[in-house]
């Protein structure tokens, strides 16, 4: 049924008034008060009462109209077949007829405007939920495109990285050798050292390469998401401080997850040690006397009412600009100089491997804040 505005009944609002009381009581009072001998007028006043019948089906439908008839015959009744007042003085059967009429009018206008209602209503909500299908489908493309170059880079850098790894062991192995050669006091020792450092950071980055195209399954445990967020900030904070950045570990309630530990340390690792590398690059931009910071929070959140834990990574230095929001999670994706644009595609796999949330958007105050979001564990604190 039509829903009426407001908390007032529906035969009280205004718009019952304007359709059907007012023009209702107009038509009766006309009735009443027309002589008897002036039968066409008293014709013209009963065909004026289907006006409100009318008006009632569309805007109030069935229940509207019909009690627009019952009404009328109640209120036309006396007038037409007593002399309490004037007497309408049209022949008895024609009375009794249009009486008939008002509520058979009353009943099929308002039970069609009720259908058309419906159909109107089913019509919208289908709309309705085509337009969500149709936004659900979007996310997904952009998705299945995300994943797609992720695995095709993916499968490019793993043949690459087999390809250099055994060359470079070879390198490794052959160095080591000729190295017993060099005597420590040589002045050519040193260059013997920055050449072995300088494989072993290949060798590393291989490592990274290698783990971003084979990524190990997850062992997920239950895990408390201060404790990662600890271990993380134990992890780099001397090294952070060294670079005169500030890693800031706020506290925060126990925020029980099911995960795998080391990826989600991995995970937050990457985000800090962005936020460092972005502060400590542009500390020249800071006010006199003021460090470059990282903070580091979890809390609660709900979200499309489900329970989340929110591991939040920010910081005070320039911030990712609007336009490069979306391109900074591709693989390969970098604005530093040595950066291998491996960090944050690596997180949100991670994040996406847990059934989580990235984003990133600007700290208050300047600067970047990056949010991962993790279901929390039901029915525990
Ligand atoms: N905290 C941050 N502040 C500003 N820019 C950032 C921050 N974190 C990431 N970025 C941007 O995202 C890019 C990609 O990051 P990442 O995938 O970790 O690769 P890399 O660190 O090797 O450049 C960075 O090069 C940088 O432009
Ligand atoms: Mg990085």
């Keep these: 049924m039509i829903a009426s505005p407001g908390r007032r009944p529906w035969?009280?609002?205004?718009?019952?008034?304007?359709?059907?009381?007012?023009?209702?009581?107009?038509v009766t009072a006309a009735h009443y008060l027309t002589g008897e001998r002036l039968h066409w007028l008293h014709d013209i006043w009963r065909r004026l009462y289907y006006l409100p019948i009318i008006l009632g089906a569309f805007s109030f439908g069935l229940r509207g109209a019909l009690w627009a008839a019952v009404v009328i015959a109640?209120?036309?009744?006396?007038?037409?077949?007593?002399?309490?007042?004037t007497i309408d003085p049209a022949h008895g059967?024609?009375?009794?007829?249009?009486?008939?009429?008002?509520v058979v009018v009353g009943g099929v206008t308002g039970a069609l405007v009720d259908r058309e209602r419906r159909a109107r209503e089913r019509a919208e909500r289908i709309a309705a939920d085509l337009q969500a299908a149709v936004d659900q489908m979007r996310l997904m493309e952009q998705e299945v495109?995300?994943?797609?170059?992720?695995?095709?880079?993916?499968?490019?850098t793993a043949g690459l990285a087999h390809e250099i790894r055994n060359p470079l062991g070879a390198l490794k192995g052959t160095a080591q050798i000729l190295g017993d050669e060099i005597a420590a006091a040589s002045p050519r020792r040193g260059m013997?050292?920055?050449?072995?450092?300088?494989?072993?950071?290949?060798?590393?980055?291989?490592?990274?390469?290698l783990s971003f195209a084979r990524p190990r399954p997850l062992d997920l445990a239950p895990v408390d998401l201060q404790e990662i967020l600890?271990?993380?900030?134990?992890?780099?904070?001397?090294?952070?401080?060294?670079?005169?950045?500030?890693?800031?570990?706020?506290a925060g309630p126990c925020l029980p997850v099911r995960g795998d530990r080391e990826k989600l340390a991995q995970a937050v690792l990457n985000l800090v040690l962005n936020a460092t590398h972005a502060v400590a690059g542009n500390s020249d931009r800071l006010p006199d006397g003021d460090r470059g910071r990282v903070a580091l929070v979890a809390m609660p959140t709900t979200r499309s009412a489900r329970e989340f834990g929110v591991i939040e990574v920010s910081d005070n230095g320039p911030g990712v600009p609007l336009d490069l929001r979306e391109r900074i999670f591709n693989p390969f994706f970098s604005t530093r100089p040595d950066g291998t644009g491996l960090g944050l595609s690596i997180t949100a796999r991670i994040v996406e491997e847990h059934a989580g949330i990235i984003e990133v958007d600007d700290a208050p105050g300047g600067g970047a804040r990056f949010r991962i979001l993790l279901p929390l564990r039901a029915g525990e604190g």
């Design 192 to 209: 013997f050292d920055l050449h072995l450092a300088t494989i072993d950071r290949l060798e590393a980055i291989l490592e990274r390469f």
């Design 93 to 102: 059967i024609e009375k009794t007829l249009e009486m008939i009429l008002y």
């Design 230 to 250: 600890a271990e993380v900030a134990g992890l780099v904070g001397a090294s952070a401080g060294n670079l005169g950045v500030d890693v800031d570990l706020r």
């Design 145 to 156: 495109i995300r994943a797609g170059r992720l695995s095709a880079m993916g499968e490019l």
């Design 11 to 26: 035969f009280l609002t205004g718009r019952a008034f304007v359709a059907l009381w007012i023009p209702i009581a107009l």
């Design 74 to 85: 109640a209120l036309y009744a006396p007038h037409a077949f007593t002399t309490f007042a």
